[in-house]
């Protein structure tokens, strides 16, 4: 199997770059006309993947909203991703771990082992801990062909004042994960774009300087529609990605209405709209 | 029910404030003669309840030993924590999640709400996305009765360089974090200690300083043991927090051997040496 970069490559290109974010709350739930429970989940995601005849860049199921409904919502990520995988659609499941030495080495083990019930093609990690404890779970995901996206600039205001604190080495906390991202990139894969991408909130009026940090990087840019970003403004915010950006879209998919016509028509129309961050 | 707080504090007076950690890594499950399966991760967890005569402060299971089983897991996890309820254990899970608006609170949902599957006494988060966006987290906890522990100091050398970075009101990051989690516990709970502790780790030479800014939270302290802290280091580093320090010990449960006699000695030596920090 090719490694994640090069498969989510092929797929932006060809279907554009959308990453189509798959939340089922109860409030999407109920305006799907869905129930409450791991069952409406999956018939969420299913829905969302059939609307757009599985032409998707990638998916990316929100894990809280599934852990929910305890493990028959584990079992719903199972499902969801035994379809994903056999219908070809790259899934990143966000979950945002993120711990240190053999308990960080479990997590990789559970999303990215061949072995393990419910592995996915990609997962996003916080780097509270510090990036380089996470060292061994980029190692494990380029081993097994999957990616990471470290949350570096996240989409909401309370992010803001931590993760542009300066360290003592003068650093602000986003460029030191920057430049380690890309040593790993570097380290990890011979391709231009490497196993590690990084989060970057289309919201954040400094994400330029932060993604022209990350010249090795897919960018899943979340903060586009409820959060108040546009797809204009992750364009031009985040120029120096043109061409690895991916824009996430959670709530606006069924903003057209909630039939599969409906959402398959809303898909397209994004994608064509994204289609400029490719340029 | 009581607050998390104050069944806490009742619990670590009168059995001693060791927090059991449940880590069921196949290293152990291998040592414990237990197969590496969910079942495995579950009979594990049940062993060091039983060893113990179910006589412990708290226990902490550690989620991603669980998740690598996928859904079978989370239901281990799930038994698990009815038998801790049953038997009156608090069960703290170390799931370290941490996200923004809505998915916060489906995490919130996920792990405290009565109805949930999965509900637990108490769980970790991670802040990276700032203290600010778990404030209904916060909320949630402490309408149901549950606590939440945020990372602050972690226990390993990484997280450092970010933990101590300095915001640009001057702060660090573990200083603005303190505040915050000490305005919310004065906010939600009169008592004495309220429901948002925090991690510190043993290992830190600045632990001292951090939990004296902590002065109505629990403090979870990992770091004895295989990461090298002794209790003596946890008793002097964090001298301004005791009778509010839970020191988390988990491969050392078995280090005097893994029958149940010999893992209730253990655990009953270290609660023994643990009530120096109640002092």
Sequence with gaps: MS???????QRMNRYGPLCAGIDPSAATLAK?????????????GKLILRSADYEL??????????ERFGSAGMKAIEELAALARAKEVPLLLDVKR???????????????????????DAITLSPYLGVA??????????????????????????????QTARMADGRRVWEALCAAISDFNRALSAGPIGPIGAVVGATCTDA????????????????????GATMED???????????????VSRELIA???????????IRRLNSEARGLLA
Excluded at 57 to 66: E, G, R, Y
Excluded at 104 to 110: G, I, S, V, W
Excluded at 134 to 161: D, Q, T
């Design 57 to 66: 860049a990638v998916i990316k199921p929100q894990s809280a909203f599934f």
């Design 32 to 44: 799907c006309g869905l129930p409450d429970s791991a069952e409406g989940a999956l018939e969420f």
């Design 98 to 120: 993120g711990d240190i030495d053999s308990t960080a080495d479990a997590y990789a083990h559970a999303y990215f082992h061949p072995s393990s019930p419910i592995r996915v």
């Design 256 to 266: 057209g209405g909630s039939s599969a016509a409906a959402i398959g028509a809303t």
């Design 3 to 9: 490694d994640f970069a090069t498969r989510l490559a």
């Design 133 to 162: 404890a996470l060292k061994s779970s980029f190692e494990l995901a380029a081993k097994h062909a999957c990616g990471i996206f470290v949350v570096v600039r996240s989409s909401n205001p309370e992010g803001e004042a931590l």
């Design 234 to 248: 992750c364009r031009v915010r985040l120029a120096p990605a043109r061409g690895r950006i991916l824009p996430n």
């Design 208 to 227: 330029g300087a932060v993604v022209a940090a990350l010249p090795r990087s897919f960018i899943l840019s979340p903060g586009i529609g409820a959060q």
